[in-house]
């Protein structure tokens, strides 16, 4: 149970286009989910905190319209990188919380490396 | 402030070896501690998940500690395995909000 399924998996585009990111919770509902971006031999950094039905809580230093979050349901969020440049190019995950108490984990996708030319 | 130290930052053993991998952190306060594997290139893996109430957790050759009061925790892999070979993170979450801060990770290569 509690599987968080990520689309795409890769994905390669030209600089100034639009990437969208798909976060799905398959057999729960989420009304948290987490989006975070890790750049080679880093660690994993929280970009935004998306609640289902109102706006994302992003982090400081994160560009909230470059890095468009939609929580429209409880099952999926949504990334999207708007004109993106190869400074763009990581590794994005998303990440679900079970309903329940505060001590639940996160669950994982498994990753979407975006990669600006 | 929450901040994750993983220590050592790489570790190469040979096969068969019992191995201590450490993360400490600075606000005590948390809910859970969590233990991660992540693969080159690939998304992460729950290893283990460690309650605030619990002082460790096992999972087959797996085991995780948690001592709150001094702020560290350790996962202890037995008989240690080629495929084992991966970096492993553990993360604390930060606050009532539940985020969660991450260590830099250990790379651990086996050698066969």
């Known amino acids: 149970g509690a599987v968080v399924s990520q689309h795409p998996s890769w994905v390669i585009c030209k600089s100034g286009t639009s990437v969208k990111i798909e976060c799905r919770s398959l057999?729960?509902?989420?009304?948290?989910m987490f989006w975070y971006r890790q750049f080679p031999k880093q660690s994993l950094m929280l970009m935004a905190t998306?609640?289902?039905?109102?706006?994302?809580?992003?982090e400081q230093g994160v560009e909230k319209d470059k890095f468009l979050i939609n929580h429209a349901s409880l099952t999926l969020s949504t990334l999207t990188v708007t004109s993106a440049h190869p400074e763009d190019s990581s590794f994005y995950i998303c990440?679900?919380?079970?309903?329940?108490?505060?001590?639940?984990?996160?669950?994982f996708g498994d990753g979407t490396r975006l990669s600006i030319l | 402030k929450q901040e994750v130290t993983q220590i050592p930052a790489a570790l190469s053993v040979p096969e068969g070896e019992n191995l201590v991998l450490n993360c400490s952190f600075t606000?005590?306060?948390?809910?859970?501690l969590q233990w991660f594997r992540q693969d080159p290139g690939k998304g992460l893996t729950s290893l283990l998940l460690?309650?605030?109430s619990q002082r460790e957790q096992t999972s087959g050759r797996l085991n995780a500690s948690l001592d709150k009061s001094s702020g560290r925790s350790t996962l202890y892999i037995a008989a240690s395995q080629p495929g084992d070979s991966a970096t492993y993170l553990c993360?604390?979450?930060?606050?009532?909000?539940?985020?969660?801060?991450w260590g830099l990770g250990t790379s651990l290569a086996v050698n066969p």
């Open positions: 993360a604390a979450p930060a606050g009532n909000n539940r985020k969660l801060i």
């Open positions: 460690i309650q605030s």
């Open positions: 998306s609640n289902e039905g109102s706006k994302a809580t992003y």
């Open positions: 990440s679900a919380l079970t309903p329940g108490q505060g001590n639940q984990p996160q669950h």
């Open positions: 606000d005590s306060a948390i809910y859970n």
């Open positions: 057999d729960f509902q989420a009304t948290t």
